[in-house]
């Protein structure tokens, strides 16, 4: 009977080390998956320019909403906003200057979803053409914002433009939206257009 007590606790302490030896095995894989993870955003961002900015975008006008007859407070929203930025993106020396920002957002469940397109003069007077996804965490301000960007297109030296990023701010009790945008964008893009 005690052998087999003791064979039992050697079956339990066996498996106890296969399980423990298999997450460490597991650990290792991760740690690996994570590394190769991050030598690949390292060796996509070569080549890049990073670039951030500031904009402040005044009340819709206009702005139109259409409501979703499935329950109340879903609705449409489709509106225009005139930009102007506090702290300009730098892009090939050129600095953005003022933009208009169309989109749409769903609001749904005290927050808004949306989706836009911002186009932006340089001082140059060349356009990019950015596209726009995010959400705000309520229906009226103060309350935050936060979302993607992504160059779309550009004028001039900017054809071809790619790169992109992330934006947070908030949108304020008088309906004014302000953010904050940080992001990359590629040189090579631009120049291979020129060819």
């Known amino acids: 009977m005690i052998?087999?007590?003791r064979r039992t606790g050697y079956c339990y302490s066996l498996l106890f080390?296969?399980?423990v030896f298999s997450l460490s095995l597991a650990a290792q894989d991760s740690d690996r998956e994570k590394e190769k993870e991050e030598s690949a955003?390292?060796?996509?961002?070569?080549?890049?320019?990073g670039v951030s900015?500031?904009?402040?975008?005044?009340?819709p006008d206009p702005s139109y909403s259409i409501d979703v007859p499935d329950r109340p407070g879903h609705?449409?929203?489709?509106s225009r906003r005139n930009c102007t930025w506090?702290?300009?993106?730098?892009?090939?020396?050129?600095?953005?200057?003022d933009g208009v920002a169309t989109g749409f957002a769903e609001r749904m469940e005290g927050a808004l979803h949306t989706h836009g397109f911002d186009v932006d003069t340089l001082d140059n007077g060349e356009k990019v053409t950015m596209q726009t996804s995010g959400q705000v965490n309520g229906e009226k301000g103060p309350v935050e914002a936060r979302g993607r960007w992504g160059f779309m297109r550009g004028t001039g030296k900017f054809k071809g433009i790619r790169g992109g990023g992330t934006y947070e701010g908030k949108l304020d009790a008088d309906d004014v939206l302000t953010l904050k945008l940080e992001g990359a964008y590629d040189p090579a893009a631009m120049a291979a257009v020129k060819k």
């Not at 955003?41 to 320019?49: Q, Y």
């Not at 900015?53 to 009340?59: F, H, I, L, N």
């Open 3 to 5: 052998e087999a007590i």
């Open 17 to 19: 080390l296969l399980v």
């Open 75 to 78: 609705s449409l929203i489709i």
């Open 41 to 49: 955003r390292k060796a996509s961002a070569k080549g890049k320019v």
């Open 86 to 97: 506090s702290e300009p993106l730098v892009i090939l020396g050129a600095k953005t200057k």
């Open 53 to 59: 900015g500031s904009v402040r975008c005044g009340k």
